[in-house]
């Protein structure tokens, strides 16, 4: 589950749990003639094949979902003065 999706008030084991449930659904309702399915997969697979293809490593994705916000204000002012070196 991405940072997107999640609730920050659970607690770990509340969402390795859902995670857990979620992929034995996943598991039992699984139909290879279904469309949905098929649109999950190529979606998933098309997120997997993106990130290999840009070198991301999904720490780094989660490390910059939690870092992002605190850095903002710093990016802000980084871009403020230092655009007008390059210019």
């Known amino acids: 589950?991405?940072?997107f999706?999640?609730?920050r008030s659970l607690g770990l084991?509340?969402?390795y749990l859902y995670s857990k449930?979620?992929?034995k659904y996943f598991n039992a309702n699984y139909n290879?003639?279904?469309?949905?399915w098929q649109?999950?997969?190529?979606e998933t697979e098309g997120y997997f094949r993106d990130?290999?293809?840009?070198n991301v490593n999904e720490n780094w994705v989660y490390a910059f979902s939690?870092?992002?916000?605190?850095?903002?204000?710093?990016?802000?002012?980084y871009l403020l003065f230092l655009f007008p070196v390059f210019w």
């Open 1 to 3: 589950m991405n940072h």
């Open 5 to 7: 999706h999640h609730d």
């Open 13 to 15: 084991e509340k969402r």
């Open 21 to 23: 449930n979620l992929a």
């Open 32 to 36: 290879v003639e279904d469309a949905k």
């Open 39 to 42: 649109d999950l997969k190529i």
């Open 51 to 54: 990130e290999k293809k840009e």
């Open 66 to 77: 939690k870092s992002k916000s605190k850095n903002l204000a710093l990016r802000f002012l």
